[in-house]
Each structure stands twice: as C-alpha cells, then as structure tokens.
C-alpha cells in the first residue's frame, strides 16, 4: 500500500519561500507511469493543482503558479518537493501530495492516493 507524508514548516511569513517535501512509501516515485503531484486547497474554496513530476523526471506546473513554482526529486530518499516563492496571505491552504497512475490531469479527483495534507499559514 502506497502511503505519502507531507513535511514542513505550518507557518511561513509573507514574500519567503514555501517549502514541502512528500515522503513516499510502498512505492518507487521512478515506477513507470507514475505521476506526483502538489494540490491544495485554500480555506472554503476548492482543490487546486499546482504541479507534478513525473516517474521520469518531466515536470509541469499549473499555469497560474509557474512563475512561482518549482518541484523537484530525490530519487535516493524517494521524495519529492515542492518550494513556492513570493508568497502571499493567499497561498495559506491544505497542501497535499498525490500520486496518480496514469497520463497528466490537473483535476485533482483524478489522483488515486493522497497524503493527510498539512496545513500552511502565511503570515502578513
């Protein structure tokens, strides 16, 4: 069974970088096919995809957040991370990580595992 755990500081103040590694277990994040994603989900609003890297090394990144965004890998510890820059008030959310097996999708009920998510606040 594939289990992901998200890490990293609850509180970031406004204009520093976000960042968060997922851990992942029960699975290999190089095993063909497979994607990883970082979602969250802002309070009282929606999922939003922000990104992901695939088994491969591809990365793509949500439109919206690509100036901001970067993920990377660590294929020795078989995590992955994301930083998000220049943050704001309105980055605070449920930040999640998720695995999907299959093609690219940014809709976030697509992915098939998901982490417990952690809760990030960005101070003003």
């Known amino acids: 069974q594939v289990q992901l755990q998200e890490s990293g500081p609850g509180l970031v103040k406004s204009s520093q970088t976000l960042s968060l590694t997922c851990s992942v277990s029960?699975?290999?994040?190089?095993?063909?096919?497979?994607?990883w994603s970082w979602i969250r989900r802002p309070p009282g609003k929606g999922l939003e995809w922000m990104g992901a890297?695939?088994?491969?090394?591809?990365?793509y990144y949500s439109p919206s957040l690509k100036s901001r965004t970067s993920i990377s890998r660590d294929t020795s510890k078989n995590q992955f991370s994301l930083h998000l820059g220049s943050v704001t008030p309105e980055d605070t959310a449920g930040y999640y990580c998720?695995?999907?097996?299959?093609?690219?999708?940014?809709?976030?009920?697509?992915?098939?595992?998901w982490g417990q998510g952690t809760q990030v606040t960005v101070s003003s």
């Open positions: 998720a695995l999907r097996d299959g093609s690219l999708t940014r809709n976030a009920l697509e992915y098939h595992y």
């Open positions: 029960g699975d290999s994040i190089t095993t063909t096919s497979r994607s």
């Open positions: 890297i695939f088994y491969d090394g591809r990365i």
